[in-house]
């Protein structure tokens, strides 16, 4: 797969999706099952952004997946070449019409375009998926609208994923994703406090871009080294025994005691325990850690059965 930061002329006439794609979820997965029925042995393209449109405009919107993991759901879906733009003011005040005539028809030569319902372009977002079709089949190209994908009676998108995982409800975010959320890092130095307890802990340093779930306890696997372990999760300050205010990822991986310093590790959220507390001491902290983790291994007993 071939990544652009500038988007230059192509000969060809590729089958062309257009969008953020934040967070790869089961609406984004059927508009990319599209493109490829569509694609009639064409190239396949993907024209995104590096940075969210809303935090030019003042917004801090976190990604439910970092650049380098929306390229690996890009190529795990065939996609043959990526325009990976940086999102400026000059795209930004871009008319409609010059979008449609410089970007798509001129550069990318476009045979047929697939975009989601809810899809807009232009400056002040003026242009739509409706105006983009009507436009396309003037210049004689095809253009395909997605129609909104729904779990339960929600429409998925990445921003009602984003609230949820805020929200600490992994499971309905999960659903709607199609996958495990997840957090990568390397594995950093820590106080080495859970091991003394008896739960030894891997602390993660991770891109300070993604989001990160609502303060509290998780059930999660963590993947090291290509296996997937059991594990329980901790994200907050740890107000127990620090008074920092930095948020942290600590997580105990059951059946798993050796040092794995530097290694680069996966943490999946499966589901949401309980909301971080303040203990008196060290004993309590320890006694509820206890109790955690034999709440985990029941579920994973219940759901081996």
Do not use: W
């Not at 929306?70 to 005040?93: A, H, P, S, T």
């Amino acid at each position: 797969m071939n990544v652009y930061e500038m988007v230059a002329k192509r000969e060809d006439t590729p089958a062309v999706a257009l969008g953020f794609f934040d967070g790869f979820h089961i609406g984004h997965k059927k508009l990319f099952e599209v493109l490829n029925a569509n694609a009639n042995g064409k190239k396949k393209v993907v024209f995104t952004f590096k940075n969210h449109p809303d935090n030019l405009l003042g917004f801090d919107t976190k990604y439910i997946l970092t650049n380098e993991e929306r390229l690996e759901f890009f190529r795990n879906y065939g996609i043959d070449d990526v325009y990976f733009i940086e999102f400026n003011k000059k795209i930004m005040q871009m008319d409609k019409d010059r979008f449609i005539e410089e970007i798509l028809i001129d550069k990318l030569n476009v045979s047929v375009v697939v975009v989601g319902y809810d899809f807009t372009f232009g400056y002040m977002a003026e242009g739509d998926s409706r105006y983009l079709c009507e436009k396309l089949y003037q210049f004689g190209r095809k253009c395909i609208v997605i129609d909104p994908v729904m779990y339960q009676e929600h429409i998925v998108s990445s921003t009602l994923i984003r609230r949820l995982i805020l929200e600490g409800n992994i499971k309905l975010a999960n659903c709607m994703l199609g996958f495990h959320f997840f957090i990568s890092g390397t594995v950093k130095r820590g106080n080495r406090l859970g091991k003394k307890m008896g739960f030894p802990t891997i602390n993660i340093k991770f891109d300070k871009e993604k989001i990160v779930p609502k303060k509290g306890v998780y059930v999660t696997n963590t993947i090291i080294d290509d296996k997937r372990y059991l594990s329980i999760t901790n994200v907050g300050t740890n107000p127990t025994v620090s008074a920092s205010e930095n948020i942290k990822i600590e997580t105990h991986v059951l059946g798993v005691d050796k040092d794995m310093y530097g290694k680069r590790v996966k943490i999946e959220f499966i589901d949401f325990v309980r909301e971080e507390k303040k203990f008196s001491n060290i004993d309590e902290l320890k006694n509820q850690i206890t109790q955690d983790v034999e709440y985990v291994k029941a579920l994973f007993c219940k759901a081996s059965i």
